[in-house]
């Protein structure tokens, strides 16, 4: 039963916020927290010497900040998650952590059902950024999508995948994008699939701003 609960690490400098986030975490008997950390140092160590599936992380802690310390897991570590739960909603912040391998972003504002639907995401390999940010996030994508050269050359997509990729634009899980196209979730996973390959992205925030540059994200 343990080996099938995700296993979580947080790294907080605040003792009161890791006790509120592992009660928060706690109330889900598919979460386990393993280990917690109050520095960026201690946070890759304990990567190191503990079985790990997700790491919760802030940014501003002391030692190397929470961007170092994704950059460093997800070199070292990719099979890791990264979750970050922040203060911080400025781009540069949230440029900072796409750009270090973070699978997520949320504010520490975000609700208990929010965090731990986030978590879950994650761990099924997709992405997941607060609604809060989701702004951000597109701003920190913006200034690639103004380039003369693009990142992404368009390429052929059939009719349904550009209704998935619209859809994951906006942040729709595999079931909701499911429901929504009334296909089956394993369909969509195949389709997400084939659009990685054919776009040549390497994971589901590469087809965001794949489809920004193509302006595919629009009705």
Known sequence: MNEQRIKVLIADDHKLVRDGIKGYLETDPSIVVVAEADNGDDAIALVSNCDVNLLLLDINMPGLDGVVVAEQVKSNFPEVKVLALTMLNETQYVRQMLRAGAEGYLLKSCTQEELLSAIHAIYRGETYFGQDIMKSVMEAMAPRTKSKVTRFQPVELTKREQEVLKLIT??????????????????????????????????????????????????
């Open 170 to 219: 906006r942040e729709f899980s595999n079931q909701e994008i499911a429901e929504k196209l009334f296909i089956s979730p394993r369909t969509v996973e195949v389709h997400k699939r084939n659009l990685i390959e054919k776009t040549g992205s390497k994971n589901i925030v590469g087809l965001v701003l794949y489809a920004v540059e193509n302006g595919l994200d629009k009705d």
